[in-house]
């Protein structure tokens, strides 16, 4: 009878070539932790070449997970398991699994042409290179195509169920039922391919039952489910998040969503997503190119819609003389910018924060617009409603901000009931005595929305400057001045409408540790642990970027000290540092990765003098 | 979803308009001389026309425009109009045409706007059959920024920037549009009233996308650019009016035809007098076939020797763009019913926490 160990959090990374499944495999055992009430983050990592050369180190694909039996924020900073399909993904991913970590190999993949591939002079199974670490070669490739030989599956579909394989292999590890998989894969291959699924449940299960037969691991590991807020709960990735909450936004609003896009990663989701909504009403259309998918959004905001449009960084550089049009004729448009490794075509899979200053100054003139940033996965939800409760409000183009750690990685999310939902209000202006389609709602500053077909209103827009009030064409000098200090006014009254800035720690003390978008896991575990060493620490996230809430000077001036981590090499910091005068202290890291947990605690404890934690994280279990 | 436009309170249920109902506030402002100013005057007279026979309320007019001097047209029209951003009109006009199938969403263009920094989104928006109609105004030169040669600008064209002569081969603005799946092609000469008028009833009849090619002389910078046929002395002997179901004839006394000729060098065309040329073998004019190849041989006619054919070089019946997201839309109701959001949010796997 083997032991059983009950732990609080398991951080697991399943490694492999592109081809092995990886990213399935690794979502699988998301869902199925997910479905244990378990709470749940992720972090995708894939090539941007769809098929590298099998076994190369560039082909390595990987999909972290953290799961526990309470709350957490990020996906771990270094994982204690270790699935390694390759000597390829065994040699990329060593260097972050804990010391003493587990590392469960496919031993038929080494073989001396792999390992050479990937770069070993030696044979690591043989050298003491891993002699830190719990090894456990396992022949997955010729156990899976025996376990599945009577299906009658080609060799080639027989070496793709490897993935299932290894997932049973965890799934015993962990103390798990392999039901929920097998309902799972029923689902995907829904009567398309039953010979797949048989195949894949047969793999499975001989993962499974391997695991518990031979006399490889000396124990498995349980854990207990979360206690999360009550509520009924889905698991999210970050576009989809997005997805539901821009159709939320236009169901709220009683508008038609209408999104237009041209595929690029990691943006394209949100396209395959909406295409599927037809039902709804919803309209998307691929677009010849980066320009003609936001000129359509305008058009249709133009005719009434909840136009939307989405890409990642070259692709914001492209719309910009367009954003610039909706800026001056103030039409409601949502850009979405899934930020990836820039400049140029960049890291195209990799995560980065490094497009703030573009969303806010990425255009010629005086060219103001909202930007609001998720936090999380399932935060890009409620910011993708916010982002079009703005634009209709204020009559203005709203830049979201996500990035491709959000966009893929995912998280448990609790489905708000209707009552919850904020209001979306929309009147177009319809009153024929006040034909001004300038004239401003004293409050909000916007101009009137007044949509073709409206009778009596028939009057001309464009991109050339406007008469105040009238929106006739005007070239008269201090007039440009007035709509440039009206566009930039309006903008900045949105801060009225959006919440306050809140602190997590201390409201006064040492240091403020201040974030914006995908950093926010990262930043409130290490302000968390920080808190527990005794540090006078706090941590406050950044939602809304333009305007940002009203009461973030005097936050700041709160705090002898204020640590602002981001990736980039310090954006947001040189916005508030130019607009509050304080001496903000940065912590950039531009490898196209999230921050680690510990990489914030380690400056907090340079900032405030202590001593560093520890370098390596001990291995939990 | 709910997709209800303002209530109409249309005061004018049989759409009858006339022509002073389309003239805006705006001072019209291109050069004196401008063939611009006949091209307006036609589409105003023409306006209260194509109200009352498609049944149109002014208020569901659009003209949408790029930049250059005809993209100046929306503002002097009392539709609405929106004036763009330099070649993406077509791109604005598509999301307003397909959201709002309701409207009739005209696209103003030029050499310029439409051929040298819109030509993608041109080619795109004929191919997808959007419910547009484009009205390209060609001049064959830059006269906003004052007299730069234009993508149609023929070979050796000496201006500002090349001065010593484009090296450049123009594009076939017609001929661009047929391979590029546009539906409804025409072409006519700014000056030519009534027959301009009549191609801008037919674009606004037409369902899809609707591209006519519109000659017009800019007095300032080309002046004279199409002077050796659009001259009114010499028009009836150097221009081809196609007409559907009818002989390539043209010449003063209706004497010349145009033939078609296979040879050594492939298949050309060649003028013969109309008496020489049976009725059985002439070569009569389609405009609704979907594979014409005469009708793109016409556009491709060398203006120097043979007739400027103009009129309507093709027609088709073809369901366009919204007719078939509509079709989409209805077929996903059908198997799916319409979108429910609270079971839409609920409809993956789910897991409760009391």
């Known amino acids: ?621 | 979803m709910n997709n209800k436009q303002p209530e109409s309170g249309n005061t004018n249920p049989s759409n009858s308009y006339s022509r002073k109902d389309f003239i805006s506030n705006e001072d019209v402002r291109w050069c004196p001389g401008c063939g611009d100013y006949s091209i307006l005057a036609q589409m105003q007279r023409v306006m209260p026309e194509i109200c009352s026979e498609l049944g149109i309320p002014r208020e569901n007019i659009v003209f949408i425009s790029g930049i250059g001097c005809s993209s100046r047209f929306p503002y002097y029209m009392n539709t609405y109009g929106f004036h763009t951003i330099h070649g993406r009109a077509p791109t604005i006009a598509t999301g307003l045409a397909v959201s709002r199938p309701d409207l009739q969403v005209w696209v103003i263009t030029g050499d310029g706007d439409g051929l040298s920094i819109g030509a993608n989104h041109l080619i795109h928006c004929l191919r997808r059959n959007i419910d547009i109609k484009i009205l390209l105004f060609n001049n064959r030169i830059y006269g906003l920024t004052k007299g730069q040669y234009s993508p149609t600008s023929e070979l050796g064209k000496k201006t500002k920037s090349s001065p010593m002569g484009s090296m450049e081969s123009p594009i076939n603005p017609l001929y661009t549009a047929m391979v590029s799946e546009a539906t409804f092609v025409a072409r006519a000469i700014a000056t030519d009233s009534e027959r301009l008028q009549e191609i801008l009833l037919r674009a606004a009849r037409h369902r899809g996308a609707a591209f006519v090619e519109i000659l017009q002389n800019c007095n300032v910078f080309n002046d004279g650019a199409f002077a050796s046929f659009a001259e009114k002395s010499v028009m009836e002997e150097r221009t081809l009016i196609l007409k559907d179901g009818c002989p390539l004839v043209f010449g003063k006394k209706r004497d010349k035809v145009l033939k078609l000729r296979g040879g050594t060098h492939g298949l050309e065309f060649e003028i013969a007098r109309l008496d020489d040329v049976p009725p059985h073998k002439r070569v009569m004019h389609n405009e609704i076939s979907g594979n014409n190849y005469l009708a793109r041989l016409l556009a491709t006619l060398d203006e120097t020797s043979l007739p400027v054919p103009l009129g309507v070089f093709q027609s088709i019946d073809r369901p366009h763009y919204g007719q078939k997201l509509r079709e989409q839309i209805q077929v996903a109701r059908e198997q799916s019913g319409s979108g429910n959001l609270d079971k839409h949010l609920h409809s993956a796997d789910t897991w409760t926490v009391s």
């Open chain 1, 1 to 621: 009878m083997k032991s059983q160990l009950e732990i609080k959090n398991a951080v697991i990374r399943f490694a492999g070539d592109s081809g092995d499944g990886i990213q399935v495999t690794g979502s699988m055992f998301t869902h199925e932790s997910a479905m244990l009430g378990h709470d749940v983050s992720t972090l995708p990592d894939y090539p941007a070449e769809i098929r590298a050369p099998a076994g190369t180190l560039a082909g390595v694909s990987s999909f972290q997970l953290n799961f526990s039996s309470y709350e957490i924020d990020t996906p771990g900073d270094q994982p204690e398991v270790l699935v390694a399909l390759n000597p390829a993904a065994l040699r990329t991913n060593i260097m972050d699994l804990v010391h003493g970590g587990t590392i469960i190999l496919n031993s038929d993949a080494f073989t001396r042409a792999e390992i050479q591939k990937a770069g070993y002079d030696n044979d690591p199974l043989v050298d003491s290179s891993l002699s830190g670490f719990k090894i456990y070669p396992i022949p997955i490739s010729s156990l899976t195509t025996a376990a599945v030989e009577n299906t009658g599956i080609s060799r080639k579909q027989a070496a793709q169920c490897k993935n299932m394989f290894t997932l049973g292999v965890v799934t015993w590890l962990y103390d798990r039922s392999v039901d929920p998989i097998k309902r799972y894969i029923d689902k995907r291959y829904s009567g398309t391919r039953p010979e797949m699924a048989e195949a894949n449940k047969l793999a499975l299960q001989a993962g499974y039952n391997f695991a518990d037969t031979v006399e490889l691991f000396t124990g498995k590991y349980h854990i207990s489910a979360a206690k999360l807020p009550p509520g009924t709960y889905r698991r999210i990735t970050g576009n989809e998040a997005a997805t539901l909450g821009v159709l939320t936004a236009a169901e709220l609003s009683g508008r038609p969503l209408f999104y237009a896009s041209y595929p690029i990663t990691p943006a394209s989701e949100i396209l395959h997503e909406l295409s599927r909504l037809r039902h709804f009403g919803v309209i998307t259309m691929q677009a010849e190119d980066e320009i003609a998918a936001i000129g359509m959004a305008i058009g249709a905001a133009y005719g009434g819609s909840l136009g939307l449009t989405g890409t990642s960084g070259p692709g914001m550089a492209l719309k910009s003389e367009a954003i610039g049009l909706a800026v001056m004729t103030e039409l409601p448009v949502v850009i979405i910018n899934v930020q990836r490794g820039g400049p140029s075509t960049g890291l195209p899979t990799k995560t980065e924060q490094a497009d703030l200053l573009q969303a806010m100054f990425g255009r010629n003139g005086e060219s103001p617009v909202a930007i609001v940033a998720p936090a999380t996965p399932a935060d890009c939800y409620h910011m993708a409603i916010e982002a079009f409760r703005i634009a209709v409000r204020y009559m203005t183009p709203v830049i979201y901000l996500s990035d491709g750690y959000l966009a893929n990685g995912s998280e448990p999310w609790r489905i708000p009931a209707p009552e919850e939902l904020p209001e979306i209000h929309v009147d177009f202006h319809q009153d024929r005595e006040a034909p001004m389609p300038y004239a401003r709602d004293p409050e909000t500053l916007s101009r009137p929305w007044i949509i073709p077909g409206t009778p009596g209103l028939e009057h001309r827009i464009g991109g050339l400057e406007k008469q105040d009030i009238s929106g006739d064409v005007s070239y008269n000098s201090k007039n440009h001045e007035t709509m440039v200090q009206l566009r930039a006014g309006k903008i900045q009254r949105i801060a009225q409408d959006i919440p306050a800035l809140s602190v997590t720690g201390p409201a006064k003390g040492d240091l403020l540790v201040l974030g914006w978008g995908s950093t926010y896991g990262a930043i409130r575990h290490a302000t968390e642990n920080a808190r527990k060493q005794g540090l006078s620490v706090a941590s406050a996230h950044l939602r809304y970027l333009n305007p940002w809430p009203s009461n973030l000077g005097e936050i700041l001036r709160c705090y002898q000290r204020v640590l602002l981590p981001e990736l980039n090499t310090g954006q947001l910091r040189m916005l508030l540092r130019a607009e509050f005068l304080v001496d903000i202290i940065g912590l950039n890291k531009i490898m196209g990765k999230p921050f680690l947990t510990l990489e914030i605690e380690e400056k907090i404890n340079e900032i405030l003098g202590c001593r560093t934690p520890r370098l390596t994280a001990q291995a939990g279990h």
